[in-house]
Each structure stands twice: as C-alpha cells, then as structure tokens.
C-alpha cells in the first residue's frame, strides 16, 4: 500500500492539475499504517504537495493539507527544518487558516526537537512569520504561534533570538494590532517569564513586563480585569512574586482594593483581585499575607453579603482556597464569629443559590474541613466540629438532601463534602447516628454514572482507612466497608437466577 501512495504522490508532482489523482492519493493513505510510511521516508517529495497549496482551489488545499499531515508525521522532524524550511515559510503566510495551523504544528514538532529546533533559531524570516501568526483573526492559529515561541525561548539560545534582535520588534509591532493581540502577547511574555529567573529577566528588559503592569494599575476598569489574570499566573512561580513584591505591584493591587469602594466600576476588576490575593496567600503563607493585606480578609467577607452572585462565588472560591491548608484554617479562625456567620452563609447558599453556585460551595466546603490524617490535632478536631455546627441546623441532613437531587455534578460535590470530613472521629460518630447513613453509604443503587461510583468509592475508601472507624462503626459495618472497597468501584452484584423445570 505504501508503494501505491509513493507512485500516486510521483504522478501528483508530474501533473499541473491533479485534483483525481490527490482524492486517490488521499483514499490510499487511510488504509497505509504509519510504521509503513515511516519505512518510506526518504523517498517522500513533499515539495510539490506545498506547491499546490499555492492555487487558489478549495478541495485541492483541503485534499493537500489532510495529506500532508498524514505524510509529514512519517517525517523526522530534522528533516522537515532543514528541507521544507521555505516551504513551512510560505505556509505561514497562506491566507487558509488550515495550511497557518498544519505549518504550527510542524513548526511545534520542531521546537519540540533540540536538533531541530537550532535550524529555527537560524530562520529569521521564519521565525518572524510565527510571531505575525500572533495577530491573526484565528484563535487556534494565534494559540499555536504562541505555544511554539514559548518551547523555543526554553533555551537560552532561543531567548536571544527572540529579546535581543529585530523579531522583539516585530513583537511590538503586532501588539499594536488591537486590543485582543495585545493580551495574546501578554499571555506569552508571562509564560516564558515563569519559566525561570533569567527568563523573566529578558521579559523585564524587554520593557513588556513593565507595559502589563502600568496596565494593571491603570485607570481602564476593564484592561484591569484581564490583566490580574496574567499576572496571576506570573505570581504563580516564586521568582514571579519576588519580583511583584520588590516593584510594588502587590501593594499597589492592594491599595485599589481599599479604593474599591469609592469605585462604582470595581465590580469588573475586584474579583480577579480578590483572586490574585486567595493564590498569593495559599503559596506563600496565609498569615503573613493576610496580616500584611487585611484589606483582602475583610474585602472577602464583605464579598459574601453582596446581591451579586458573582462576587459571591469569587468569595467562596477564596475561602475555599484559602481553608485548603492548616494555617489558612487558622487564619479563618481567629475571625471569630464572623467566619461562623460566613459559614452559615456558604451552608444557606449550598441549598438555595443556582446549580453552579452550589458545586462551588460545597466545593469550598470540602476544602476548608478537610484535614490530612497526619495533621489532626485535637485543638483542629475541636474547630472543624464547631465550624461544621455553623453551617446549618442540621448540616449532615443538608448535604444527604443535595446528594439525592438528580444532578450528577451537584451529587458528587455533596460526597465530596462527605469525603472531606470522614476521617474526623466526630464526623464519624454523626455518621453512624444519623439514621440509614450507613446504609446510604453502602448502597451502590444510588449511583448510576460513573463520577458518581468514583466519587462514592472515595468516601468509602476514606472512611475504610480511617483509624477509628471500626470503633465508631462497630466491626460489622467496618467489614462491609472493606468488602465494597476490596470489590471496587463498579462491581455489580450478580442476580442469582434459579431454573424452573417446564419454563421457557
């Protein structure tokens, strides 16, 4: 079959027209494995196939493009750099979208290459066009321009190709493309900024870094909005914070979160800042964040009491991440009473708000009461008790009753909740108190998809693996528990059918 492809592929690059001959050509190459093709490679002419890109005919370039990337993963990509380097050029500049992103992707099977990718590095006009990809109409096309300039600026080579020669003009140039480009270029300046100190060096001499940040503080609401979003994710890396922390940055986010208030525009930005402070403290300590910042603690309580479900989910979110580890808990502690009255709300919100408001509840929910088994202390027992008492009337009712609404999501996310606190001997005890939870527990009829067996299966794996259960639980059902975890997730017991002489 191989050896049919390379003589319909020879017939293609004789004729002027071959449009029958690349439908055979196409046809042929589904039903040859690809180890065959590899084993032909050599003998592969490419060229001509990108030449016919060139015409202005629609089922040519489509049939061309489906054949290409069929033939070209056959191809090493060393091979593809150094012989189809002008080739994968003009492909950049093809006005079909679909002939852009067949070209990235070869261009990201290259940078991918550390042999290959040198001839890139090499490449300027190349290189240049992948940059102008950026500024495209097309997402998909934009997207893989980036992910391939961010691969190649993971060398230091790359980093000089790309900061110190004419392609950071070029760079600047498409910026001012529009608005949306802009943010593109961003997005990638961030992610080679994260990948190391001397990486966000570049990004910082290069002036880009400093261009978002004057963004970030400045005066347009919604410019704000989307820029917390990327200096979020540079605040994601320790050399990324070092760096916001030392220019200001965090305290200036700081400073408009105070002045939010006298801000009727604030709703656009200050949930992305909220955000930005929830990340900051859950990788670097809770603590010392919060008592530095207490405008964030207090601008997130105040979150809570909004008419607005937005900010309310934002809040939630952050207390979620926040409670995630001890001292955040801790953190939340010391508030008192306002953070049972909190509680309180995020218990209200899991039973009445939307759908989507709920998950994100009962997610934050389960974050905050989860403690590692190697964590607990009598004094955290004690708080996490309290605080789940604070939560409803009856809290353990509350999350049965969301766990039997026909809602997959919401049903998972309420034995997420279950999950979260099995482990703890006083949630053990309301356990085993409350009538038919146990048997609720073992009853695998309840769950019909398969999130839901997972998400069961984990609160019985939870509980199974708990220290104290056989006492709280009594032996019996601790058995049960070990059987339904030695038979899995999706066992089903097998219906026992007696034969009955005459029946049919």
């Known amino acids: 079959m191989a050896a049919q492809a390379l ?24 039903t040859v494995p690809l180890s065959e093709l590899r084993e032909q490679a050599a003998e592969l002419r490419l060229g001509p196939l990108f030449s016919l890109l060139n015409e202005n005919h629609r089922e040519q370039t489509t049939l061309c493009v489906s054949i290409l990337e069929r033939l070209l993963q056959a191809v090493e990509p060393v091979h593809v750099a150094r012989n189809l380097g002008a080739d994968l050029q003009r492909g950049l500049t093809h006005p079909n979208d679909s002939v852009k992103i067949l070209t990235l992707s070869q261009v ?11 001839e890139i590095l090499n490449n300027a006009e190349l290189l240049k066009q992948i940059v102008y990809c950026i500024g495209g109409d097309n997402l998909s096309v934009a997207k893989a321009a ?16 790309l900061f110190e020669s004419n392609l950071l003009d070029d760079v600047k140039r498409v910026m001012k493309t529009n608005d949306v480009v802009r943010y593109r270029v961003y997005e990638l300046i961030v992610e080679i900024s994260s990948v190391s ?18 963004e970030l503080t400045g005066e347009d609401v919604l410019v704000r909005a989307t820029c917390i979003e990327m200096v979020t994710s540079l605040a994601y890396t320790h050399h990324g914070r070092q760096y916001l922390a030392q220019e200001g940055v965090i305290d200036q986010i700081s400073n408009i979160i105070v002045g939010a208030d006298s801000d009727p525009f604030s709703s656009f930005y200050l949930p992305g800042f909220v955000k930005f ?22 601008k997130v309580f105040e979150m809570t009491e909004s008419q607005d479900p937005t900010m309310i989910g934002v809040a939630v979110d952050t207390i979620g991440i926040l409670g995630s580890n001890v001292e955040g808990k801790q953190v939340l502690q010391k508030t008192g009473t306002r953070f049972e009255c909190l509680l309180m709300k995020i218990g209200y919100q899991a039973k009445n708000a939307s759908t989507e408001l709920k998950i994100r509840c009962l997610d934050a929910i389960s974050s905050i009461f989860y403690i590692p088994p190697e964590q607990q202390t009598d004094d955290l027992l004690r708080m ?5 008492s604070s939560l409803s009337r009856d809290p353990l009712e509350l999350f049965r009753g969301i766990s039997n609404q026909p809602f997959p999501e919401l049903h998972c996310a309420a034995l997420k909740v279950f999950t979260a606190i099995a482990n703890q001997p006083w949630a053990q005890k309301l356990m085993f108190n409350s009538p038919g939870f146990v048997e609720y527990v073992m009853d695998r009829s309840v769950e019909h ?9 984990e609160l019985v ?19 049960r528990l070990r059987t339904y975890l030695s038979e899995g997730p999706y066992y089903v017991k097998p219906i026992s059918t007696t034969a009955v002489e005459g029946a049919e």
């Open 197 to 214: 100190p001397e990486s966000l060096t570049y990004c910082t001499t290069s002036g880009l870094v400093t261009q978002l940040l004057r």
């Open 277 to 298: 402070f929830g990340n900051l403290a859950i990788m670097d300590s809770p603590q010392q964040i919060c008592e530095r910042y207490p405008i964030f603690v207090e």
């Open 461 to 479: 794996k939870a509980l199974a693996n708990s220290k104290t259960i056989a006492e709280i639980f009594g032996n019996p059902n601790y058995l």
């Open 384 to 388: 996490t008790e309290s605080w789940f």
């Open 449 to 457: 998809d398969k999130a839901s067996k997972d998400a069961k299966y």
């Open 7 to 30: 003589a319909l592929l020879r017939e293609v690059s004789r004729l002027e027209a071959p449009l029958e001959e690349l439908r055979a050509l196409h046809s042929v190459l589904q």
């Open 146 to 161: 980036i992910k391939s300039l961010s691969r190649i600026s993971l060398t230091q080579a790359g980093l000089e190709a």
């Open 108 to 118: 990201g099977r290259i940078v991918e290459n550390s042999e290959a990718v040198t």
